[in-house]
C-alpha cells in the first residue's frame, strides 16, 4: 500500500516535469516574440526612410 503511494507521488512529479517543459514551450515562444519585437523596430526604421522618401519627393 505504501509502495503505490510513492508511486503515486512519482507520478504527479512526472505531471510537475510537463508542466515545467510547458514552461520552457512558454518561454521559448516569448524569445519569439521578442524576434517579431525587433522586426517590427525595423519596420519602424523603414517607415522613417519613406517617410524621408516623401520629404526627398516634396523638394
Known amino acids: 500500500r505504501e509502495n503505490r503511494g ?3 507521488r512519482t ?3 512526472r505531471g510537475e516535469q510537463r ?3 510547458e514552461n520552457r514551450g512558454e518561454s521559448k515562444i ?3 516574440n521578442r524576434g517579431e ?3 517590427t523596430e525595423e ?3 523603414e517607415q ?3 517617410e524621408e ?5 516634396r523638394r
Not at 522618401?53 to 519627393?57: P, T, Y
Open 6 to 8: 510513492e508511486q503515486r
Open 11 to 13: 507520478e504527479e512529479n
Open 19 to 21: 508542466r515545467t517543459e
Open 30 to 32: 516569448v524569445t519569439k
Open 37 to 39: 519585437q525587433r522586426r
Open 43 to 45: 519596420n519602424r526604421g
Open 48 to 50: 522613417r526612410r519613406t
Open 53 to 57: 522618401n516623401r520629404g526627398e519627393q
